[in-house]
């Protein structure tokens, strides 16, 4: 394949998830599709960037500022949950029990990587928390080497600040049996029990 087809297959193909079997799968679909769908596919893909920006007080993404999250009169602004990326928040959002507002960083701390404190939404995260009523920051990064110094980083960034600094707990999920579950898993587990 030549053309304009080779190079539709080959943008597809770059998105997270699509390999080049589905891109080619993808691109026939959108060759049988109307000429109307493909049209307002391709004015809605040029016109997203314009239209999608950076929510100036949390870091979330949406076509409005403050976004819907910092907007919403019935979520407690008090409380504050740190998530490393937007799938993150929608994820937790998505769960219905967590009303507070959130703060993305769009990244976690990684030296190896070339991300640093500099290239992360802490600073931010720090002027709100001097300029709000804040009571709690919760830090709801992934248990990974990179979360787990992210949280720290945090942590520090706000010690001098009269605001509880919480971390989400980790451990075995519902439904999991323990013969199958790492030693890693297990002892944090173990170290995040609560009373019952």
């Known amino acids: 394949m030549t053309g304009a087809i080779q190079e539709m297959i080959e943008l597809l193909a770059r998105l997270p998830g699509v390999g080049r ?12 599709a109307s000429p109307e769908y493909a049209h307002r596919l391709g004015t809605a893909l040029c016109q997203f960037h314009n239209q999608i920006e ?10 409005m500022n403050p976004c819907p ?18 799938p993150d928040l929608w994820a937790i959002d998505a769960g219905g029990t967590y009303r507070g ?8 701390l990684a030296p190896l990587d070339g991300v640093g404190p500099d290239d992360l939404n802490v600073d931010l995260l720090v002027h709100r928390v001097e300029q709000g009523d804040i009571q709690e920051v919760i830090v709801a990064t992934r248990p990974s080497v990179e ?25 075995i999920p519902l439904g999991s049996e323990l013969e199958y579950t790492d030693s890693r898993t297990l002892e944090r587990a173990l170290q995040d029990r609560k009373e019952i």
Do not use: W, Y
Not at 69 to 84: L, T
């Open 21 to 32: 079997r589905s891109a080619t799968r993808l691109v026939f679909h959108l060759l049988d």
């Open 147 to 171: 979360g787990e110094a992210t949280a720290m980083l945090i942590r520090q960034a706000l010690e001098e600040q009269s605001v509880k600094v919480t971390r989400i707990a980790s451990g």
């Open 101 to 108: 507002v959130f703060h993305v960083l769009h990244g976690l």
């Open 54 to 63: 950076r929510c100036s007080e949390c870091a979330n993404v949406s076509d």
């Open 69 to 86: 999250v910092c907007s919403d009169p019935h979520r407690d602004p008090k409380v504050i949950c740190v998530v490393e990326n937007i």
